[in-house]
């Protein structure tokens, strides 16, 4: 069942084990890895960029420990930015504001939806007195 592929970080052709990546890149990775977890835990929710200014590990790394729930699994918290507003967050892809914010927003889509017909009228006549 194994499958040769790229390494997606040294681009070498190796045996998929389901480690994504060559056991030379593995090994390196995983001695990053290490680094980070001291890191971590002496610098209690740390953010990403911490990490990466204090380790010299590449964020991309990071972010894979991070989605792969490494973190979560040691008792770790670390922060990193929300990608709506860049307020620091510990789960998800957004903070708490964020993730509402888009809940709101879609429910608003749907409403408009609705009331597309009297949404135009109003805003015709808005331009027209704004002119
Ligand atoms: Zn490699
Ligand atoms: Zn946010």
Same mark, same amino acid.
């Given at each position: 069942m194994n499958k040769l592929?790229?390494?997606?970080? !040294?681009g070498r052709l190796y045996m998929e084990i389901g480690q994504g990546m060559c056991q030379d890149c593995f090994r390196?990775?995983?001695?990053?890895?290490? =680094? =980070? +977890?001291s890191f971590v %835990?002496?610098?209690?929710? !740390?953010?990403?960029?911490e990490i990466v200014d204090g380790t010299g590990v590449k964020?991309? =790394? =990071?972010? %894979?420990? /991070?989605?792969a729930g490494r973190f979560i699994a040691s &008792? /770790?918290?670390?922060? +990193?930015? !929300?990608? &709506? !507003? &860049?307020?620091p967050i510990t789960t998800g892809k957004l903070c708490a504001k964020c993730s509402k914010n888009i809940r709101n927003q879609a429910e608003r889509l749907k409403a408009e939806?609705?009331?597309?017909k009297v949404d135009r009228s109003t805003?015709? +006549?808005?331009?027209?007195r704004n002119r």
């Open positions: 592929k790229n390494c997606s970080e !040294c390196k990775e995983q001695e990053m890895e290490q =680094v =980070v +977890y %835990r002496d610098h209690d929710k !740390c953010s990403i960029k964020e991309k =790394v =990071v972010f %894979r420990m /991070l989605k &008792g /770790l918290e670390i922060s +990193y930015p !929300c990608q &709506g !507003c &860049g307020a939806k609705n009331m597309k805003t015709m +006549y808005n331009t027209t």
